[in-house]
Protein backbone atom coordinates (compact mmCIF):
# COMPACT_ATOMS: atom_id res chain seq x y z
CA UNK A 1 0.00 0.00 0.00
CA UNK A 2 1.44 3.21 -0.85
CA UNK A 3 1.15 5.13 1.86
CA UNK A 4 3.47 8.66 3.27
CA UNK A 5 4.75 8.76 6.11
CA UNK A 6 4.97 12.16 6.40
CA UNK A 7 8.28 13.97 6.35
CA UNK A 8 10.09 10.50 6.64
CA UNK A 9 9.33 9.34 3.13
CA UNK A 10 12.67 7.66 3.38
CA UNK A 11 11.56 5.21 5.49
CA UNK A 12 8.86 3.64 3.78
CA UNK A 13 11.58 3.76 0.61
CA UNK A 14 13.76 1.35 2.13
CA UNK A 15 10.85 -1.17 3.32
CA UNK A 16 9.58 -1.51 -0.37
CA UNK A 17 13.25 -1.85 -1.41
CA UNK A 18 13.98 -4.84 1.28
CA UNK A 19 10.93 -6.28 0.47
CA UNK A 20 11.74 -6.16 -3.39
CA UNK A 21 15.39 -7.45 -2.75
CA UNK A 22 13.77 -10.56 -0.56
CA UNK A 23 11.04 -11.12 -3.71
CA UNK A 24 14.37 -10.70 -5.64
CA UNK A 25 16.67 -13.37 -3.87
CA UNK A 26 13.42 -16.07 -3.47
CA UNK A 27 12.91 -16.23 -7.55
CA UNK A 28 16.30 -15.93 -8.26
CA UNK A 29 16.47 -19.44 -5.34
CA UNK A 30 13.71 -21.13 -7.29
CA UNK A 31 15.13 -19.94 -11.06
CA UNK A 32 18.26 -22.08 -9.71
CA UNK A 33 16.52 -24.74 -8.49
CA UNK A 34 13.76 -24.75 -11.11
CA UNK A 35 17.21 -25.37 -13.86
CA UNK A 36 18.59 -28.72 -11.21
CA UNK A 37 15.11 -29.23 -11.02
CA UNK A 38 14.20 -29.88 -15.00
CA UNK A 39 11.55 -27.07 -15.25
CA UNK A 40 12.71 -25.34 -18.56
CA UNK A 41 10.85 -26.05 -21.45
CA UNK A 42 11.35 -25.05 -25.14
CA UNK A 43 8.51 -23.87 -27.52
CA UNK A 44 9.11 -23.69 -31.42
CA UNK A 45 7.49 -21.49 -33.11
CA UNK A 46 7.50 -21.87 -36.97
CA UNK A 47 9.33 -19.89 -39.75
CA UNK A 48 7.92 -20.09 -43.25
CA UNK A 49 9.81 -19.12 -46.82
CA UNK A 50 7.54 -16.31 -48.14
CA UNK A 51 6.63 -17.63 -51.39
CA UNK A 52 6.78 -21.42 -50.93
CA UNK A 53 5.38 -21.12 -47.85
CA UNK A 54 7.13 -24.20 -46.62
CA UNK A 55 8.68 -24.55 -42.97
CA UNK A 56 12.31 -23.97 -43.40
CA UNK A 57 13.00 -23.84 -39.46
CA UNK A 58 11.85 -23.02 -36.06
CA UNK A 59 12.88 -20.59 -33.03
CA UNK A 60 13.17 -22.04 -30.00
CA UNK A 61 11.50 -19.47 -27.19
CA UNK A 62 11.98 -20.80 -23.50
CA UNK A 63 9.52 -21.00 -20.89
CA UNK A 64 9.92 -21.97 -17.42
CA UNK A 65 7.08 -24.39 -16.21
CA UNK A 66 6.98 -23.70 -12.68
CA UNK A 67 4.31 -25.48 -10.21
CA UNK A 68 1.70 -26.18 -13.42
CA UNK A 69 2.11 -22.66 -14.54
CA UNK A 70 4.03 -21.55 -17.68
CA UNK A 71 6.52 -18.20 -17.05
CA UNK A 72 7.41 -16.42 -20.16
CA UNK A 73 10.92 -15.75 -20.76
CA UNK A 74 9.99 -11.80 -20.11
CA UNK A 75 9.66 -12.58 -16.64
CA UNK A 76 12.84 -14.44 -15.70
CA UNK A 77 15.29 -13.79 -18.85
CA UNK A 78 16.66 -10.50 -17.23
CA UNK A 79 17.24 -12.08 -13.57
CA UNK A 80 19.01 -15.07 -15.40
CA UNK A 81 21.18 -12.42 -16.87
CA UNK A 82 22.13 -10.10 -13.85
CA UNK A 83 22.58 -13.51 -11.57
CA UNK A 84 24.84 -15.07 -14.26
CA UNK A 85 22.40 -18.08 -14.24
CA UNK A 86 21.90 -17.40 -18.18
CA UNK A 87 25.12 -19.30 -18.94
CA UNK A 88 24.05 -22.68 -17.69
CA UNK A 89 20.49 -22.11 -19.05
CA UNK A 90 21.90 -20.86 -22.26
CA UNK A 91 23.71 -23.85 -22.29
CA UNK A 92 21.06 -25.64 -21.97
CA UNK A 93 18.71 -24.09 -24.25
CA UNK A 94 21.84 -24.03 -27.00
CA UNK A 95 22.29 -28.13 -26.21
CA UNK A 96 18.17 -29.20 -26.30
CA UNK A 97 17.43 -27.46 -29.24
CA UNK A 98 20.04 -28.71 -31.27
CA UNK A 99 19.43 -32.29 -29.81
CA UNK A 100 15.62 -31.69 -30.86
CA UNK A 101 16.43 -30.19 -34.36
CA UNK A 102 19.11 -33.00 -35.00
CA UNK A 103 16.17 -35.59 -34.15
CA UNK A 104 13.19 -34.39 -36.49
CA UNK A 105 16.28 -33.92 -39.27
CA UNK A 106 16.75 -37.52 -39.05
CA UNK A 107 12.85 -38.06 -39.38
CA UNK A 108 13.27 -37.06 -42.77
CA UNK A 109 12.63 -33.27 -42.15
CA UNK A 110 15.96 -32.62 -43.09
CA UNK A 111 15.72 -28.69 -44.81
CA UNK A 112 14.85 -27.59 -41.08
CA UNK A 113 17.29 -24.95 -39.35
CA UNK A 114 16.64 -24.09 -35.79
CA UNK A 115 17.52 -20.23 -34.41
CA UNK A 116 18.75 -19.97 -30.55
CA UNK A 117 18.72 -16.77 -28.69
CA UNK A 118 21.98 -16.08 -27.32
CA UNK A 119 21.77 -13.05 -24.41
CA UNK A 120 24.81 -10.31 -24.21
CA UNK A 121 25.85 -12.09 -21.27
CA UNK A 122 26.35 -15.47 -22.78
CA UNK A 123 27.75 -14.80 -25.87
CA UNK A 124 30.48 -12.25 -24.23
CA UNK A 125 31.69 -15.20 -22.78
CA UNK A 126 35.45 -16.17 -23.98
CA UNK A 127 34.62 -19.39 -24.59
CA UNK A 128 31.32 -19.40 -26.72
CA UNK A 129 32.69 -20.32 -30.06
CA UNK A 130 33.83 -23.08 -28.12
CA UNK A 131 30.78 -24.50 -26.47
CA UNK A 132 28.74 -24.08 -29.89
CA UNK A 133 31.19 -26.30 -31.41
CA UNK A 134 31.15 -28.66 -27.99
CA UNK A 135 27.21 -28.85 -28.55
CA UNK A 136 27.41 -29.36 -32.59
CA UNK A 137 29.93 -32.21 -32.33
CA UNK A 138 27.58 -34.15 -29.06
CA UNK A 139 24.80 -33.41 -31.10
CA UNK A 140 25.77 -34.51 -33.88
CA UNK A 141 23.71 -31.49 -36.00
CA UNK A 142 25.40 -30.46 -38.90
CA UNK A 143 26.23 -26.67 -38.19
CA UNK A 144 24.19 -24.97 -41.29
CA UNK A 145 20.95 -25.66 -39.03
CA UNK A 146 22.11 -23.80 -36.25
CA UNK A 147 21.31 -20.03 -36.78
CA UNK A 148 22.14 -17.70 -33.80
CA UNK A 149 20.06 -14.73 -33.03
CA UNK A 150 21.81 -12.02 -31.42
CA UNK A 151 20.75 -8.34 -30.56
CA UNK A 152 22.45 -5.05 -31.65
CA UNK A 153 23.57 -3.88 -28.64
CA UNK A 154 24.60 -7.83 -27.67
CA UNK A 155 27.16 -7.58 -30.49
CA UNK A 156 28.36 -3.46 -30.50
CA UNK A 157 28.80 -3.61 -26.13
CA UNK A 158 32.07 -5.18 -26.64
CA UNK A 159 32.50 -4.72 -30.74
CA UNK A 160 36.29 -6.05 -30.86
CA UNK A 161 35.42 -9.07 -28.60
CA UNK A 162 32.61 -9.75 -30.83
CA UNK A 163 34.03 -9.88 -33.99
CA UNK A 164 36.42 -12.62 -32.93
CA UNK A 165 33.25 -14.64 -31.56
CA UNK A 166 31.59 -14.23 -34.62
CA UNK A 167 34.50 -14.89 -36.87
CA UNK A 168 34.85 -18.14 -35.16
CA UNK A 169 31.36 -19.05 -35.34
CA UNK A 170 31.51 -18.26 -38.91
CA UNK A 171 34.48 -20.59 -39.70
CA UNK A 172 32.14 -23.42 -37.83
CA UNK A 173 29.61 -22.97 -40.29
CA UNK A 174 26.74 -21.50 -38.00
CA UNK A 175 24.60 -18.62 -39.27
CA UNK A 176 24.18 -15.45 -37.56
CA UNK A 177 20.94 -13.95 -37.17
CA UNK A 178 20.33 -10.16 -35.99
CA UNK A 179 17.11 -9.96 -33.61
CA UNK A 180 14.52 -7.01 -33.39
CA UNK A 181 16.56 -5.60 -36.38
CA UNK A 182 15.60 -1.54 -36.25
CA UNK A 183 15.14 -1.47 -32.45
CA UNK A 184 18.85 -1.04 -31.21
CA UNK A 185 21.95 0.45 -32.34
CA UNK A 186 21.55 3.46 -34.63
CA UNK A 187 24.39 2.81 -36.83
CA UNK A 188 24.72 0.81 -39.93
CA UNK A 189 28.56 0.39 -39.89
CA UNK A 190 28.18 -3.15 -37.79
CA UNK A 191 27.11 -4.66 -40.68
CA UNK A 192 29.60 -4.55 -42.89
CA UNK A 193 32.38 -4.98 -39.86
CA UNK A 194 30.93 -7.94 -38.45
CA UNK A 195 30.26 -11.43 -40.57
CA UNK A 196 26.34 -12.22 -40.64
CA UNK A 197 23.60 -13.85 -42.59
CA UNK A 198 20.05 -12.94 -41.45
CA UNK A 199 18.10 -9.48 -40.38
CA UNK A 200 14.99 -9.84 -38.49
CA UNK A 201 12.65 -7.21 -39.01
CA UNK A 202 11.08 -6.34 -35.53
CA UNK A 203 7.75 -6.85 -34.68
CA UNK A 204 7.00 -3.29 -33.83
CA UNK A 205 7.52 -2.39 -37.90
CA UNK A 206 4.75 -4.71 -38.39
CA UNK A 207 2.55 -4.34 -36.04
CA UNK A 208 0.83 -1.58 -38.12
CA UNK A 209 2.47 -2.38 -41.41
CA UNK A 210 -0.67 -2.08 -43.19
CA UNK A 211 -2.02 0.84 -42.26
CA UNK A 212 1.06 2.90 -41.45
CA UNK A 213 2.92 4.19 -44.47
CA UNK A 214 6.09 4.94 -42.72
CA UNK A 215 6.20 1.34 -41.30
CA UNK A 216 5.98 0.31 -44.83
CA UNK A 217 8.72 2.03 -45.76
CA UNK A 218 11.10 1.37 -42.89
CA UNK A 219 10.20 -2.37 -43.55
CA UNK A 220 10.88 -2.31 -47.43
CA UNK A 221 14.08 0.08 -46.70
CA UNK A 222 15.41 -3.27 -44.32
CA UNK A 223 14.56 -5.61 -47.20
CA UNK A 224 16.53 -3.70 -49.26
CA UNK A 225 19.11 -3.02 -47.22
CA UNK A 226 19.50 -6.78 -46.49
CA UNK A 227 19.19 -7.63 -50.01
CA UNK A 228 21.83 -5.62 -51.15
CA UNK A 229 24.40 -6.74 -48.31
CA UNK A 230 23.58 -10.30 -49.30
CA UNK A 231 21.82 -11.10 -46.22
CA UNK A 232 18.44 -12.74 -45.83
CA UNK A 233 15.63 -10.80 -44.42
CA UNK A 234 12.59 -12.57 -41.69
CA UNK A 235 9.94 -10.53 -40.68
CA UNK A 236 8.70 -11.37 -37.14
CA UNK A 237 5.21 -11.52 -35.06
CA UNK A 238 3.09 -11.47 -38.48
CA UNK A 239 -0.45 -11.68 -37.06
CA UNK A 240 -2.05 -11.39 -40.17
CA UNK A 241 -2.59 -12.59 -43.89
CA UNK A 242 -3.07 -8.61 -45.32
CA UNK A 243 0.66 -7.87 -43.05
CA UNK A 244 1.69 -11.09 -44.84
CA UNK A 245 0.57 -10.10 -48.16
CA UNK A 246 2.34 -6.92 -48.00
CA UNK A 247 5.43 -8.62 -46.75
CA UNK A 248 5.39 -10.90 -50.09
CA UNK A 249 5.05 -8.09 -52.32
CA UNK A 250 7.92 -6.28 -50.39
CA UNK A 251 10.00 -9.33 -51.23
CA UNK A 252 10.48 -10.19 -47.57
CA UNK A 253 12.05 -14.00 -47.74
CA UNK A 254 10.82 -15.36 -44.55
CA UNK A 255 8.17 -14.77 -41.72
CA UNK A 256 6.96 -16.03 -38.15
CA UNK A 257 4.21 -14.76 -36.08
CA UNK A 258 0.52 -15.84 -35.02
CA UNK A 259 -0.60 -15.70 -38.68
CA UNK A 260 1.43 -18.48 -39.23
CA UNK A 261 1.84 -20.04 -36.07
CA UNK A 262 2.01 -19.41 -31.97
CA UNK A 263 4.99 -21.47 -30.39
CA UNK A 264 4.52 -25.01 -29.78
CA UNK A 265 5.66 -27.30 -27.74
CA UNK A 266 8.25 -29.81 -29.57
CA UNK A 267 4.98 -32.41 -29.78
CA UNK A 268 2.63 -30.00 -31.56
CA UNK A 269 5.30 -28.54 -33.11
CA UNK A 270 6.02 -32.40 -35.05
CA UNK A 271 2.16 -32.54 -35.65
CA UNK A 272 2.22 -29.30 -37.33
CA UNK A 273 4.89 -30.69 -39.56
CA UNK A 274 3.19 -33.74 -40.58
CA UNK A 275 -0.03 -32.01 -40.85
CA UNK A 276 1.63 -29.48 -43.46
CA UNK A 277 3.44 -32.44 -45.10
CA UNK A 278 0.22 -34.22 -46.07
CA UNK A 279 -1.35 -31.51 -47.10
CA UNK A 280 1.28 -30.94 -49.79
P1 LIG B 1 12.40 -12.65 -29.58
O1 LIG B 1 13.61 -13.45 -29.79
O2 LIG B 1 12.28 -11.41 -30.40
O3 LIG B 1 11.19 -13.65 -29.83
C1 LIG B 1 9.97 -13.31 -30.39
C2 LIG B 1 8.90 -13.15 -29.32
O4 LIG B 1 7.71 -12.69 -29.95
C3 LIG B 1 8.51 -14.45 -28.63
O5 LIG B 1 8.09 -14.11 -27.31
C4 LIG B 1 7.32 -14.92 -29.44
O6 LIG B 1 6.46 -15.80 -28.75
C5 LIG B 1 6.65 -13.61 -29.72
N1 LIG B 1 5.85 -13.65 -30.95
C6 LIG B 1 6.02 -14.43 -32.03
N2 LIG B 1 5.10 -14.17 -32.98
C7 LIG B 1 4.32 -13.18 -32.49
C8 LIG B 1 3.18 -12.47 -33.02
O7 LIG B 1 2.70 -12.69 -34.13
N3 LIG B 1 2.65 -11.51 -32.21
C9 LIG B 1 3.14 -11.23 -30.97
N4 LIG B 1 2.54 -10.29 -30.26
N5 LIG B 1 4.23 -11.87 -30.44
C10 LIG B 1 4.80 -12.84 -31.21
P2 LIG B 1 8.62 -14.91 -26.03
O8 LIG B 1 8.69 -16.38 -26.33
O9 LIG B 1 7.83 -14.46 -24.86
O10 LIG B 1 10.11 -14.40 -25.91
C11 LIG B 1 10.39 -13.06 -25.63
C12 LIG B 1 11.86 -12.78 -25.73
O11 LIG B 1 12.58 -13.51 -24.73
C13 LIG B 1 12.49 -13.21 -27.04
O12 LIG B 1 12.24 -12.24 -28.03
C14 LIG B 1 13.93 -13.33 -26.66
O13 LIG B 1 14.55 -12.06 -26.66
C15 LIG B 1 13.84 -13.81 -25.23
N6 LIG B 1 14.07 -15.27 -25.20
C16 LIG B 1 13.22 -16.28 -25.48
N7 LIG B 1 13.83 -17.47 -25.35
C17 LIG B 1 15.12 -17.21 -25.00
C18 LIG B 1 16.27 -18.02 -24.73
O14 LIG B 1 16.25 -19.26 -24.80
N8 LIG B 1 17.43 -17.36 -24.38
C19 LIG B 1 17.50 -16.00 -24.31
N9 LIG B 1 18.67 -15.44 -23.97
N10 LIG B 1 16.44 -15.22 -24.58
C20 LIG B 1 15.26 -15.81 -24.91
MG1 LIG C 1 14.63 -14.19 -31.30
MG1 LIG D 1 12.98 -11.10 -32.30
MG1 LIG E 1 11.49 -9.25 -30.48
Given amino acids: VLKSK ?35 ILYYQPKINIDTKEIYGMEALVRW ?48 KVSVNVSAVQFQK ?30 MDKPKEAAVI ?41 QNIAEEGADQAIAKAMISLAHNLGLMIVAEGVETEEQLGILEEAGCDAAQGYFISRPLTAGAFLDYLKSRHLNG
Avoid at 6 to 15: I, L, R, V
Avoid at 90 to 101: D, K, M
Avoid at 149 to 154: N, V
Avoid at 168 to 190: A, K, M
Wanted: aromatic share 10%; hydrophobic share 40%; net charge negative.
Fill in 166 to 206: LLRLQQLGVSISIDDFGTGFSSFSYLKQFPMNVLKIDRSFI
Fill in 6 to 40: GKNGYQFFTASMKELAERRLEKEISLSQGLEKGEF
Fill in 65 to 112: NRSNSLIPPGEFIELAEETGLIVPLGEWVLREACRQCKEWRELGYTQL
Fill in 126 to 155: QDFAELTARVLEETGLEPSALELELTESTI
